[in-house]
């Protein structure tokens, strides 16, 4: 248990962040399953559009450091290969 004020502030504050993050890794969720769900639909112009929606959202998850760069890119780079393959 935390004795110092400053131990009992990181606790506070962490638990914070942690809903923050998860809020944002929730949303990158549903944007790239709406690319899935439209891969899986064999529709290639809605999976394009899902896509380009996507993309951006899981850049600005690696811009606030929920998600490592390198995730990232191999992630869009998969997508974006089963949309071109459609």
């Known amino acids: ?3 110092t004020p400053q ?3 990181r606790i506070r ?3 914070r962040r942690a809903a923050v993050n998860g809020a944002r890794m929730s949303r990158i969720r549903t944007f790239v399953k ?3 769900a439209a ?3 064999g529709d290639k112009a809605t999976a394009a559009e899902a896509l380009k929606a996507a993309q951006p ?3 600005r ?3 606030r450091g929920v998600l490592h760069k390198n ?3 191999r992630k869009m780079s998969r997508l974006t290969k089963r949309v071109a393959a459609l």
């Open 39 to 41: 891969i899986e639909g």
């Open 57 to 59: 959202e899981l850049a």
């Open 1 to 3: 248990m935390a004795n």
């Open 13 to 15: 504050r962490n638990n």
């Open 34 to 36: 709406k690319v899935e």
């Open 7 to 9: 131990a009992k502030k």
């Open 71 to 73: 995730t990232v890119a």
């Open 61 to 63: 998850g690696v811009a």
